[in-house]
């Protein structure tokens, strides 16, 4: 993963570049942003930055062995930790027992939603989590040696799924690793990660992407005509997921706009029987996608009433 691959946040690429020119990168980086803005890609970019043999004073080169390892998540000094579920076959869940299907879903997606990972490894219907086991991995993997760079590099991701358990037991490593050693922290809700954990972490938050990035990188991506991308840049709100969602009309839109229009009509006529139908209907769903259903009922109300009562300068629905 490059920089330039990585959508803004031009302001950040070149904070994290100073932080290796100088050779003053902190032992342990909280990377923060909404879903949609890149922490992820960001942090893995500057993991492979830092590792790469022939990096200029903006990019690492892309091409050189630290590189193409990197970029195919091969590299032997550079570690994911990411939410995983119980497998049910008597072993404790953690994220080695995954890493094929990581592979294959970040290389082809860096933005890649803890909804799609679930859908990659088939578990939509189980709550993902970073559990007591993986505390003992990455101790583990933090007492090694570099096998090929200077450093080696976990990159945490959505470390607010770290349970208690995990997370008290890699206070002490993440305040005061080995000296060749980082942490990179991915996380989206800090408000659910332990204070002790943030304190030991420099953040860095990521805002939503700015439109004209964004603009440029849905151009690159494919052609959209300027009436419709205009009305993608004012709904996704700096979220490229979402962008890329809108463009493609993705599936899980129109997998949710029915159900919530007829949820809607059947309050509205008060159909006891309909409703209790409904409910068992999305029962048999599974938790997350009651959580997607959830989130986009919740915007579309929103976007409803922000259109009745402030009218369309301050609603985001599209035609």
């Known amino acids: 993963m490059l920089f330039r691959e990585v959508v803004g946040h031009s302001a950040i690429k ?3 570049q100073q932080m290796v020119k100088e050779e003053r990168i902190p032992h342990a980086i909280l990377f923060t942003g909404n879903e949609g803005t890149g922490s992820l890609p960001m942090a893995w970019a500057f993991a ?3 590792m ?3 990096r200029t004073e903006t990019e690492a080169c892309g091409s050189c062995p630290s590189c193409k390892k990197a970029d ?3 590299h032997p000094d550079l570690h994911f930790v990411f939410p995983v579920i119980n497998p049910g076959d008597g072993k404790a869940p953690v994220s080695e027992h995954f890493l094929v299907q990581w592979r294959n879903a970040l290389t082809s997606n860096p933005y890649l939603t803890l909804n799609q990972w679930m859908e990659a490894i088939g578990s939509e219907n189980k709550q993902p989590g970073i559990f007591e086991a993986e505390s003992s991995r990455i101790l583990e993997k933090a007492m090694y040696k570099p096998f090929e760079s200077s450093y080696k590099i976990l990159i945490i991701w959505l470390a607010e799924k770290m349970n ?15 000296r060749d050693t ?3 922290l991915v996380a989206q809700d800090t408000y659910t990660i332990l204070p002790t954990i943030l304190s030991r972490c420099q953040q860095i938050v990521l805002p939503p992407i700015d439109n004209d990035s964004l603009r440029e990188a849905l151009i690159n991506r494919a052609p959209v005509e300027e009436s419709k ?3 993608i840049l004012r709904i996704s709100k700096g979220n490229y997921i979402r962008a890329l969602q809108l463009i493609e009309k993705n599936e899980e839109e129109e997998r949710w706009f029915n159900p919530f229009v007829n949820l809607m009509r059947l309050a509205y006529k008060a159909q006891i029987t309909g409703l209790m139908d409904w409910a068992s209907e999305m029962a048999a769903l599974g938790r997350e996608k009651q959580k997607q259903f959830l989130t986009y009922a919740l915007q579309l109300i929103r976007e409803n009433y922000a259109l009745t009562t402030a009218g369309e300068e301050v609603a985001y629905l599209s035609d």
């Open 14 to 16: 070149s904070r994290l």
């Open 72 to 74: 195919k998540l091969v």
């Open 164 to 178: 208690a358990h995990c997370a008290n037991k890699l206070l002490k490593i993440i305040e005061e690793p080995p």
């Open 52 to 54: 790469c043999t022939q």
């Open 229 to 231: 991308l205009n009305s």
């Open 48 to 50: 492979q930055y830092i």
């Open 182 to 184: 980082i942490f990179l």
